[in-house]
């Protein structure tokens, strides 16, 4: 296993405060290195799921919100789909696009593969609804 400080949760962070100064997602692939994780999931391949993190940031910085009280694709990017759903129906109406991307930052540091492919699933911030990044099915 190759060693890295890299954190694609922290590099959510430097696109949505500085994005003139945040890696490319390219770049971030490169400083993440191969490092293995673990989980098995329909995986898609890192640099898609780095593209649509990039996009969600940059919604989430033109403070847009996307209803989550249904099954509900957000972002496909190439072979990369970020889908959320509800957990319950008490719980968040919408959530603004940073805290999609940044949980798709947590997904990315423990569900990336050495053989660059990620998918996974967490719970946002807010609770009551699991997001799922994986390979476009819906």
């Not at 919100?65 to 509800?86: F, G, K, M, N, W």
């Not at 569900?111 to 994986?134: D, E, F, H």
Request: aromatic share 6%.
């Amino acid at each position: 296993m190759i060693h890295s400080t890299f954190s694609f949760a922290e590099w959510v962070e430097t696109l949505i405060s500085d994005p003139e100064n945040a890696l490319t997602p390219d770049e971030a692939v490169v400083a993440f290195g191969a490092v293995q994780k673990r989980q098995t999931f329909i995986n898609c391949d890192i640099k898609s799921g780095d593209g649509a993190w990039h996009n969600l940031a940059d919604r989430g910085r033109r403070n847009q919100y996307y209803d989550v009280t249904e099954l509900h694709s957000h972002c496909t990017r190439y072979d990369a789909q970020v889908i959320t759903v509800p957990i319950n129906n008490q719980g968040v109406r919408s959530v603004n696009c940073n805290d999609i991307g940044r949980t798709v930052g947590v997904i990315m540091n423990h569900c990336t593969r050495s053989n660059n492919r990620v998918g996974g699933q967490a719970v946002i911030p807010q609770g009551s609804v699991s997001l799922n990044l994986q390979v476009p099915l819906i």
